[in-house]
């Protein structure tokens, strides 16, 4: 929600829904009871009498866990609105000594539980939320809906709920089952809170903002935007290439004005090839550099450096045909893995993300000067660049040396079989899939290729490896630093900040199975900028 830190109508927006979360809570606690007794014909003893126990206690501390609840959702907005931007979110790692945290079964079960609840609200409120995002753009003026400025979004109504539910002086199961109940309720109600949020907007003489662009929901990765799978064949996409210099007004753009200032490089270059097919070379890679420099997902200072190798590139071209070859070759390879670390570390502060662009800066400024443009030289930038990041995981592994020696001894206390009991007693178990809509749940004839499919995802998984996990309700990007000699504690580092989390083998699976764990792979900005390419030809042909 950058921008609009500042909008007193937001402002008001914000006061105007925490008035009215009492009541929302109210409602979500009548609801969770009234489910909760419907299903008590079903269940057994044991659970009867922790539904009765949980039901009891909802009653007698009604109040504080209303007070807890609306707290929770005032202190998350004001965080959200009080960043300053989005790097700002992220700890420095300058700023924060090394903290390890081992993340235990019961934790990931909590991260499942809140996910399953998120999803179905997201599923139930679909075009409630779409609908609320129009009216609370143009309610702070971004009219082509840029981004969701709703600062009540499921998932802080999810975390607020927990937060509720933790001042039920029972056991964390008790309140697990608590937030099993008022899953349901929760997504119904937010359904209709939000319809009649637009309601009251549009009373006040709100006019939706139109959609312009895709609103992604919280927590999805930066690569998943609209990005087609399919990859050009730039070899194919040469011959559609209009050649430089075949009239001496120059290429024909379709109608399009041609864009001087970064046109220049490759007409110089052009003006001394004899070959059409070769001046064709030189227009495709000066349009995927063109395609590059215009993707933001890139940071701005990768994206700097990258432009460097533009007019190296088309020489490059003309020596090596290869280089069409896309993500085989190595000034694309040396391109992508250097945008791909760089934006694993996003903090401009870090001081391995400093080192990681002076290398970088080096690397360019050499490859830049070679009048002789070969292969040789990117094979060469490319081991130079391998080299730092090995030697950057060995200086990681050894700042936490210590810590990784703890896990050891921890691992072999597990194959002891010296567990840590279940702080859950056993409920978690109980309806781990209840709060889960039916077009998301798995059928159990695939729960045993599931099994192996998660087996194998930890067996691939080496050292140095990047991973998007949910952790403590927040996306993060982890390196794997340690994978642990009995495949028992996994240890990850946080791309952006110091902090460590040692997690339990079986909570790894957890998460996968839950969508939670995703091992991360190199973007092909290559393959995207082509299909970006190809796609404006298209559209300039059919105009």
Not at 288 to 312: C, K, T, W, Y
Not at 334 to 344: K, Q, S, T, V
Request: hydrophobic share 45%.
């Amino acid at each position: 929600m950058s921008g609009l830190r500042n909008s007193p109508a937001l402002l008001q927006y914000v006061d105007d829904e925490l008035l009215r979360a009492p009541l929302l809570f109210d409602q979500i606690v009548e609801g969770a009871t009234e489910h909760a007794r419907h299903a008590l014909p079903t269940m057994s003893m044991f659970e009867r009498n922790v539904a009765g126990e949980t039901i009891e206690a909802l009653q007698a501390k009604r109040a504080r866990l209303a007070e807890r609840y609306v707290e929770s959702l005032r202190v998350q907005v004001e965080t959200e609105l009080a960043k300053p931007d989005a790097l700002a979110a992220a700890p420095s790692r300058a700023a924060m000594p090394v903290v390890l945290a081992l993340v235990e079964e019961d934790a990931v079960a909590l991260e499942v539980e809140q996910s399953h609840i998120v999803q179905l609200v997201r599923s139930t409120a679909e075009q409630e939320m779409r609908e609320l995002a129009t009216f609370l753009a143009a309610l702070v003026g971004d009219m082509d809906v840029a981004q969701d400025h709703n600062p009540f979004p499921p998932d802080v109504h999810v975390r607020a709920l927990w937060t509720a539910a933790q001042a039920l002086p029972l056991t964390r199961g008790h309140q697990m089952q608590f937030m099993r109940w008022a899953g349901t309720p929760l997504a119904q109600l937010l359904r209709q809170s939000y319809a009649a949020s637009c309601s009251r907007l549009e009373g006040m003489g709100v006019e939706p903002a139109t959609y312009r662009t895709m609103i992604l929901p919280g927590g999805a990765r930066r690569s998943h935007q609209v990005e087609s799978t399919y990859s050009p064949d730039l070899q194919r996409m040469r011959e559609t290439m209009p050649a430089p210099m075949d009239t001496v007004q120059g290429p024909s753009y379709q109608g399009q004005a041609e864009p001087a200032p970064r046109r220049a490089p490759w007409r110089q270059v052009a003006q001394g090839v004899g070959e059409r097919v070769d001046r064709q070379s030189i227009e495709l890679v000066s349009r995927l550099f063109d395609a590059i420099n215009d993707d933001q997902r890139v940071p701005e200072d990768v994206r700097l450096l990258i432009s460097r190798l533009h007019g190296p590139a088309m020489r490059l071209t003309l020596r090596d045909p290869s280089v069409l070859d896309k993500d085989e070759h190595p000034l694309w390879r040396f391109i992508h893995l250097l945008a791909y670390e760089a934006e694993m570390a996003p903090d401009a502060a870090d001081p391995e993300r400093q080192r990681l662009l002076r290398l970088a800066q080096t690397l360019v400024d050499q490859l830049a000067a070679q009048t002789d443009q070969r292969i040789t030289l990117y094979r060469h930038a490319l081991q130079r660049l391998e080299v730092f990041l090995s030697q950057r995981l060995a200086r990681r592994c050894a700042a936490v040396a210590t810590q990784i020696g703890a896990m050891q001894k921890h691992e072999s206390r597990i194959e002891a079989g010296h567990t840590v009991p279940s702080s859950l007693d056993g409920v978690i178990d109980a309806y781990a899939l209840q709060t889960v809509p039916a077009e998301l749940m798995s059928d159990p004839a695939d729960s045993a290729s599931e099994e192996r499919a998660g087996q194998e995802w930890l067996a691939g998984l080496r050292a140095g490896q990047w991973v998007r996990l949910m952790l403590q309700g927040h996306w993060v990007a982890a390196q794997l630093l340690w994978p642990g000699e009995q495949r028992q504690i996994w240890l990850f580092g946080d791309g952006a900040s110091d902090a460590t989390w040692a997690i339990r083998r079986r909570a790894l699976l957890m998460m996968r199975s839950a969508g939670l764990a995703k091992t991360l792979k190199v973007r092909s900005l290559v393959g995207s900028a082509a299909a970006r390419v190809q796609e404006a030809i298209a559209a300039s042909l059919a105009s």
